[in-house]
Structures are given as C-alpha cells and as structure tokens.
C-alpha cells in the first residue's frame, strides 16, 4: 500500500503491513522461518539479509514514516547507529559530532574510533557555526541529535544539512527523542536518519530495536555494512514492532500533550531549580523547535533544589517508575550520571551541563493529575526525612 497523500494514522495503520492470502486475518501474518528456498526466486531470503517478508514489509512503514526512500531494521539503537556510521566512515576519515548527544554513542565514538583510524571532534555547542569550526578537508560526516538526550537542546536541522551539502558532507540525525511523529529530517534536507525503535516506535518498555532511513543509494550502504555486522532482528520482535507502530500517533501525541504539562507544572514549583523543555517559552531553542517540529516531544529534564535529594525522590514515587528506559506509555525518570551517560567521565558530563542532581522525565499517556500528586507526595516526603534528621 503507498503512502501517497496518506494520513499520519493511516500509514501507521496500514503501510508495510503484510496480507493474510489464506485466513485473511487482519494483522500481518509472522514468518518464523529462518530459512528460506534460494533456487527458483527472486530474492533470497536470510535474516541477517534484513529481507525476510516480516523485515520488508516493516521496513516500508518505517521508510513512509520517515518520508525516505527505504529504512532497515537492527536489533538495537545502537547496533542502527554504529552500523550507519562505520557504513559512510573508513581509515583516515574524520566526524563531527554534536557536543550533547546520548552517552551510548558518545561512548562508541570515543572507545571504537580510533581503533580503525577514525578522527573525531565534538562541537563546543550545538549551532551550525559550532559544526563548521570542527570541519576538515577529510571529514565526511556531521552526526546531530535534536531534541538532544537529555538536555533537550535544540539544532538547526536544516542549518547542519545545508552546510553538509555546501562542504560535500553527509549529515546524520538521530531522531529518537522527537519520533517521527514530531519531526521528519530528511524534509530538512538530511542525509541519513536513525532512531533507538526501542523507543517511541516499540513504546511499551518490551521490544529491543533500532532503525535507518535514507535514499536507497545510501541505504545500498548501510545494508553492506550491516550484513557483515549481523545486527539483525527477530522476526518475532519486528512483527511486534510493527503492531507498535500502529498506535505511534496517537501515543506521541498524549505524550506531547502530558510533557508540556508537565513542564508548565514543574517551572512553578518552588522545590525545582531549573526545567529543560523546548515547548516553554523561555526554553533557548522554542522557536526554532516550533519552526522544525511538529509537536515538542514527550521527553524533558529538571533539576530538584539541592536540599531535596534526587535518590530519596526516586525512591518515594509512587506511581512515576525510576527506570531506565525511555519513552513508554508509562512515566518513568532516571538519573542521566547514574544510568544513559554513566560511561561519560564527570569532567564530560559537566562540560555538557549534565550535573548529578538532574532528573530525565519520559512522559506517559497517564492522567497528568496522578503524575503532578505523585510528584508532590514524594517531595513531601523527602522534605519530611531532611527536617527530621
């Protein structure tokens, strides 16, 4: 089914999914099968070829949602994102890479590059000029995240991909934290486009995934590579994953909804110091968050008041789970030192703005009611234990 002048629902709904010939049921059927026939076929089938009849038919959704030419599907975020990156660099090449990213692929640049003689720079910011100081003859990549993980800092998408073009340099965008729900790069004039579908595409804490969109020239690529690497999925996991996607819309939207709520809460709340959401007003990047989004996103950041100990308000939630992952129907948050950029070193961290005391809030579809009354009694308790001890 084409996506042609489809509605965002729909495609969720209906592109990519596979058609039951003989019960006509009305989800996709599962293929299990790791082997397939390869005399008298068009194409052989083989999961580490990414094209067994689950994995297309996914892949077409993703593409569609992506609005690119094709997509593949790995067993990780970070199997997409290492994947994607060693596809477009070799020895001898040189990538630049947004200052505030997610600390896994901080870490994969830091402890895997040079090993295959890759040079690597992080920006000082995150503007385009930020990007152009690093730039050298040999660089081929210029790697972004925006909103960025986890101080929701917001890049010119289409400022990094003109640049890229005008240098004769790729542009790479890590789309997790908006989901292409909220923000289509490649619209903006970006290369390649990956995503942890553990995230917003799986949405239920209960499927591992990652995804790459792009032109099928530079899909041609990453599939090269990515076959080689075997950073496969199930195909047990990818009709999950597909069943998620169908209700992607509408959760995402909730999620917007909850988060700016709650980012309108938390500002006013005299027991926080600091709130990181490019849908308040006041946030460094809300303009051009609404000029290149399509909504802000269910993901923000804040910082207790230093008497209130961030652990102890973990522990006294109720309803809201410390838990490590992100962007489930349900509310969780975590502590960004502790968990998602523990292998970063303090002095990176702090270079970053990452201070010990701050909290990632992934936001749910629950009523924001419960989330704020949840929040409340836990500071109240916490401020109970200070004062009694």
Same mark, same amino acid.
């Given at each position: 089914?084409?996506?042609?002048?489809?509605?965002?629902?729909?495609?969720?709904?209906?592109?990519?999914?596979? +058609?039951?010939?003989?019960?006509?049921?009305?989800?996709?059927?599962?293929?299990?099968?790791?082997?397939?026939?390869? *005399?008298?076929?068009?194409?052989?089938?083989?999961?580490?070829?990414?094209?067994?009849? #689950?994995?297309?038919?996914?892949?077409?959704?993703?593409?569609?949602?992506?609005?690119?030419?094709?997509?593949?599907?790995?067993?990780?975020? =970070?199997?997409?994102?290492?994947?994607?990156?060693?596809?477009?660099?070799?020895? $001898?090449?040189?990538?630049?890479?947004?200052?505030?990213?997610?600390?896994?692929?901080?870490?994969?640049?830091?402890?895997?590059?040079?090993?295959?003689?890759?040079?690597?720079?992080?920006?000082?910011?995150?503007?385009?000029?930020?990007? *152009?100081?690093?730039?050298?003859? #040999?660089?081929?990549?210029?790697?972004? *995240?925006?909103?960025?993980?986890?101080?929701?800092?917001?890049?010119?998408?289409?400022?990094?991909?003109?640049?890229?073009?005008?240098?004769?340099? &790729?542009?790479?965008?890590?789309?997790?934290?908006?989901?292409?729900?909220?923000?289509?790069?490649?619209?903006?004039?970006?290369?390649?486009?990956?995503?942890?579908?553990?995230?917003?595409?799986?949405?239920?804490?209960?499927?591992?995934?990652?995804?790459?969109?792009?032109?099928?020239?530079? =899909?041609?690529?990453?599939?090269?590579?990515?076959?080689?690497?075997?950073?496969?999925?199930?195909?047990?996991?990818?009709?999950?994953?597909?069943?998620?996607?169908?209700? =992607?819309?509408?959760?995402?939207?909730? @999620?917007?909804?909850?988060?700016?709520?709650?980012?309108?809460?938390?500002?006013?709340?005299?027991?926080?110091?600091?709130?990181?959401?490019?849908?308040?007003?006041?946030?460094?990047?809300?303009?051009?968050?609404?000029?290149?989004?399509? $909504?802000? $996103?269910?993901?923000?950041?804040?910082?207790?008041?230093?008497?209130?100990?961030?652990?102890?308000?973990?522990?006294? &939630?109720?309803?809201?789970?410390?838990?490590?992952?992100?962007?489930?129907? +349900?509310? /969780?948050?975590?502590?960004?030192? @502790?968990?998602?950029?523990?292998? =970063?070193?303090?002095?990176?961290?702090?270079?970053?703005?990452?201070?010990?005391?701050?909290?990632?809030?992934?936001?749910?579809?629950?009523?924001?009611?419960?989330?704020?009354?949840?929040? +409340?009694?836990?500071?109240?308790?916490?401020?109970?234990? /200070?004062?009694?001890?």
């Amino acid at each position: 089914m084409k996506n042609d002048k489809k509605g965002l629902n729909t495609i969720c709904t209906h592109v990519g999914e596979l +058609e039951d010939k003989e019960f006509k049921g009305a989800v996709s059927p599962l293929y299990m099968s790791t082997s397939y026939q390869f *005399e008298d076929v068009d194409i052989k089938r083989y999961p580490r070829y990414y094209n067994t009849p #689950n994995q297309e038919a996914l892949c077409k959704k993703l593409a569609a949602l992506e609005h690119t030419e094709a997509a593949l599907i790995f067993g990780s975020g =970070m199997a997409a994102i290492s994947t994607a990156l060693m596809a477009f660099l070799q020895s $001898g090449d040189h990538v630049v890479l947004q200052q505030t990213i997610y600390g896994g692929t901080y870490h994969f640049a830091v402890s895997q590059f040079e090993r295959f003689g890759i040079e690597y720079s992080f920006t000082t910011g995150w503007e385009v000029e930020d990007f *152009e100081k690093e730039i050298k003859p #040999n660089t081929k990549v210029l790697y972004l *995240e925006t909103p960025s993980n986890p101080l929701l800092t917001i890049t010119d998408v289409k400022g990094v991909a003109d640049l890229a073009k005008r240098k004769g340099i &790729l542009s790479m965008i890590d789309n997790t934290f908006a989901s292409p729900i909220n923000q289509n790069p490649v619209d903006f004039g970006i290369d390649v486009v990956v995503h942890s579908a553990t995230k917003y595409m799986g949405g239920h804490s209960d499927i591992c995934a990652g995804v790459v969109a792009a032109s099928q020239e530079n =899909m041609d690529k990453v599939w090269q590579t990515g076959i080689c690497f075997g950073g496969s999925l199930s195909d047990y996991t990818v009709w999950l994953l597909e069943r998620s996607l169908k209700t =992607m819309a509408i959760r995402v939207k909730a @999620q917007n909804e909850n988060a700016l709520k709650l980012a309108q809460y938390l500002q006013h709340n005299n027991d926080v110091d600091n709130v990181y959401y490019p849908g308040l007003k006041d946030h460094p990047g809300h303009e051009l968050a609404k000029s290149q989004m399509k $909504g802000f $996103g269910g993901m923000l950041s804040f910082e207790l008041n230093p008497e209130i100990d961030a652990s102890r308000f973990f522990k006294e &939630l109720k309803l809201i789970k410390p838990s490590m992952s992100l962007a489930g129907i +349900e509310s /969780t948050v975590l502590s960004p030192t @502790q968990t998602s950029h523990a292998l =970063m070193s303090p002095e990176d961290r702090a270079k970053q703005g990452i201070k010990d005391s701050l909290i990632r809030f992934s936001l749910g579809i629950e009523e924001t009611e419960d989330l704020i009354a949840d929040i +409340e009694q836990a500071i109240a308790k916490v401020k109970s234990m /200070t004062v009694t001890a």
